[in-house]
């Protein structure tokens, strides 16, 4: 079991950038493959970025690729996506996710760019 609890994001204008926290409890985060996730009002939840837990290999989504980097702290027990470069596009809520056998989620956390 692990609990997930996302923060950092907010607003920002184009080509601007964030760095989004995901902070587990409960078990490190080293026996999980991570994942970001991002859902926009209206359209379905879409895959971001994946840290796989054996390899560290990264797989970004094709519209995320050269902006985005999704990195693991093992000594903060935290995962982070750096955003760069953010387009109106990359309004969604983000959501920080979790997998061994099971998924875990956390809550979501808003990111709005401005034009």
């Known amino acids: 079991q692990v609990q997930l609890v996302e923060s950092g994001g907010g607003l920002v204008q184009a080509g601007g950038s964030l760095r989004l926290s995901c902070a587990a409890s409960?078990?490190?985060?080293?026996?999980?493959?991570m994942s970001w996730f991002r859902q926009a009002p209206g359209k379905d939840r879409e895959f971001v970025a994946t840290l796989t837990r054996i390899g560290g290999m990264t797989y970004y989504a094709d519209a995320v690729k050269g902006r985005f980097t999704i990195s693991r702290d093992n000594v903060k027990n935290t995962v982070y996506l750096q955003m760069n470069s953010l387009k109106p596009e990359d309004t969604a809520v983000y959501y920080c996710?979790?997998?061994?056998?099971?998924?875990?989620w956390g809550q979501g956390i808003q990111v709005t760019v401005s034009s």
């Open positions: 409960g078990r490190t985060l080293t026996t999980y493959a």
């Open positions: 996710n979790a997998w061994d056998s099971q998924t875990y």
